[in-house]
């Protein structure tokens, strides 16, 4: 699936899009450079599933944690990773295999430690806007993307 987003909000719309789409324990991997769009996308879907407060970017905590709409929602992000180890000792993986969401940043920096992505959502830098190529890497991704009306 491959689609232009012409500008941020129209990321966020995407975002929002994947709300009617997710399941329990699916875990979706944002990629893409610095800047790309990846917590705007995040944004977007926190915003639709009815979440009012801020969404700050976990460059520096590591994770976020959203309760909303009935469903945990964990938002990584690994860029600071000096070595994929971190991922271990900071006793990530509790939160991967249960029933929350887990949306990844810089999922490559905690390889081979983090688990594998159902969705990989791929965003680059177009002229003004963004390139977004989605994959779905498992059944349930597959799934998943049934669901998923584009916004543009
Ligand atoms: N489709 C778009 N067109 C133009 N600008 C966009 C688009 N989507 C997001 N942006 C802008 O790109 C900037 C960076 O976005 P964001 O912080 O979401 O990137 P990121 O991929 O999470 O970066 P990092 O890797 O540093 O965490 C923001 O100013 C955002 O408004
Ligand atoms: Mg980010």
């Known amino acids: ?17 994947l709300a009617p789409a ?20 995040t944004r977007g879907l926190l915003r639709a599933l009815g979440h009012q407060g801020s969404v700050k970017s976990p460059t520096y905590t590591l994770l976020e944690v959203y309760a909303v709409s009935r469903i945990a929602l964990y938002h990584f992000d690994f860029y600071r990773f000096n070595t994929p180890d971190e991922f271990l ?7 991967f295999g249960g029933a929350g969401v887990c949306l990844v940043e810089w999922a490559d920096k905690a390889l081979p430690y983090v688990p594998p992505a159902d ?13 977004a ?5 498992s059944p ?6 049934k669901h998923v009306t584009l916004p543009c």
Do not use: N
């Open 22 to 41: 997710l399941m329990p324990g699916l875990v979706i991997w944002l990629s893409g450079d610095l800047g790309a769009g990846k917590t705007t996308l």
């Open 119 to 131: 969705l990989e959502i791929h965003l680059q830098v177009a002229g003004d806007g963004r390139a």
């Open 133 to 137: 190529r989605v994959e779905a890497h």
């Open 140 to 145: 349930r991704g597959i799934e998943c993307l």
């Open 1 to 17: 699936m491959l689609t232009f987003l012409a500008d941020a909000e129209t990321t966020e719309a995407f975002g929002a899009a």
């Open 89 to 95: 000792e900071a006793g990530l993986e509790e939160y």
